[in-house]
């Protein structure tokens, strides 16, 4: 499976919205390149799951295809509030498609995934935090708000962990909190980063590993995903999305630090320890790169 978290952390006179996840798929096997977290395309919110990516992916994928073709939803002209009974409803349609079942079986085996969606609301004027999972009394897909964490956190802590050993996570978190004499404080700051990082490097959960990956969802409704440095900056490694990149690869984006949490510009590997100057020249001229040879146009 997985492990997922969101939350809104506190920051100076602010809040914003983190979702992060691991990058592990198991199945007989450990594959650490899963995208977990998937960008709406809204700039507001994101979605991501936990479970059998075979249910997950169709279900995510044509989420992220319904709303880039929707105008009304890809420009937030409908709010997130909106977009929450649409994911439902495209949801549960595409289960109820599912034929060629076995013999006698009148319906689908209960989908093995469950998903978080989060985003800001500028309806509520506040983040949003929902978890949706299938009921197998009703045969469908539905909808849980994250918990203000009122009898435990004084109701100002406003996360959600899905996946593997979930509740432990849960946990865990108010372990940090009571040593760090921060029940009462008003809101989190990366306590759920932490033990996400924590049981992805924690080898008696094989099922949760991979580098993490974290988007960051702001107020004025953009969205940012990070870089991050894995295992350690130190090691001079770059995941993004999951996956660890090409020695040639660049983008855009920040890099974050999964020790210290510090946000900065990426520190690429120099052109000599990557050779990054030729293999990018390779690609761009259409040269034999790893034993694959591209066309070239004729003297």
Sequence with gaps: MTLVAAWVRHHRATSELYVASDSRLNGGRAWDIGTKVLDLGRGDSVIAFA????????????????????????????DLTDLKGHVLRIFNAMWRSISSLPRGQKVPDPAGARFILAGYSWRCESFKIWSISFQKQVNEFRFKEASSQVKKGGGNKYFMFIGDDSGLANERVYEILR???????AGLVMEPFEVLVEFIRDDKRPSIGGSPQIYKIYKHLNTLPYNVYWPSRAAGQIAFGGRQLLAYERNRFLAFDPDSFDVSETEWPSDSQSGV???????????????????????
């Design 51 to 78: 479970g059998a990516t075979a249910d997950a992916y169709p279900l995510m994928l044509q989420l992220q295809s319904a709303v880039i073709m929707h105008p009304k939803l890809a420009s937030r002209a409908y």
């Design 179 to 185: 040593e760090r004499k921060r029940i009462k404080s």
């Design 277 to 299: 100057e030729q293999e990018s020249l390779d690609v761009e001229q259409g040269n034999q790169v790893d034993g694959i040879t591209s066309c070239k146009p004729a003297v």
